[in-house]
């Protein structure tokens, strides 16, 4: 779902994810046409990278 967001409306990614200075500057970013992709693309590799950090600590949460 959020990756449907992420690809939609980039900045709404970094808010739901707890990044609300990048939030606004996305939505900067997102506000030209031609910047639309940049924030697109910015979105969705926030979006991996939050993924990664929340299981990589899942897993030294389960190893202690």
């Known amino acids: 779902m959020?990756?449907?967001?992420?690809?939609?409306?980039?900045f709404?990614?970094?808010f739901t994810i707890g990044r609300p200075i990048q939030g606004i500057?996305?939505?900067?970013?997102?506000?030209?046409?031609?910047?639309w992709i940049p924030a697109a693309i910015w979105a969705v590799y926030?979006?991996?990278?939050?993924?990664?950090d929340k299981k990589?600590?899942?897993?030294?949460k389960d190893g202690r």
């Open 2 to 10: 959020r990756l449907i967001i992420a690809i939609l409306l980039p």
């Open 12 to 14: 709404l990614v970094f």
């Open 25 to 35: 500057l996305c939505l900067i970013l997102q506000v030209t046409l031609i910047g």
């Open 46 to 52: 926030a979006l991996s990278q939050y993924n990664t």
């Open 56 to 60: 990589i600590s899942a897993m030294h």
